[in-house]
């Protein structure tokens, strides 16, 4: 791995990768507190309570256009990156990249349940 190109390209990937990543944890931690509210509300919670709980869902909620919009820039950039370096298509930081980018969607087809 010496070409200075590769490592670029591996070190997009693994921002790719991280993103999708992120949004995965956003997401997970949105239905996380989602249900703990479902569940306060069942077992009759003091009102206050279910609203400062509904104040760190807003806030779990926040996150997804930042993460959403930061994601999008990763993508586009290692696809450019990898239309520009198209003569390193037969190293594997090459492939590897192209993997990921196949494999982390540009939009996120769950949708939020509030």
Do not use: W
């Amino acid at each position: 791995m010496a070409d200075p190109r590769a490592r670029t390209i591996k070190i997009k990937s693994g921002v790719l990768k991280r993103m999708g990543k992120e949004r995965e944890a956003n997401h997970k931690e949105y239905a996380q507190q989602f249900a703990r509210i479902e569940k306060m509300k069942a077992e009759g919670k003091d009102p206050y309570d279910i609203k400062k709980q509904f104040e760190v869902l807003e806030e779990c909620k926040m996150m997804f256009p930042n993460t959403q919009k930061r994601l999008e820039a990763a993508h586009a950039e290692l696809k450019g990156l990898l239309e520009t370096e198209k003569d390193l298509a037969e190293t594997g930081e090459y492939k590897e990249a192209a993997t990921i980018l196949a494999e982390v969607p540009l939009e996120d087809p769950r949708q939020l349940q509030l």
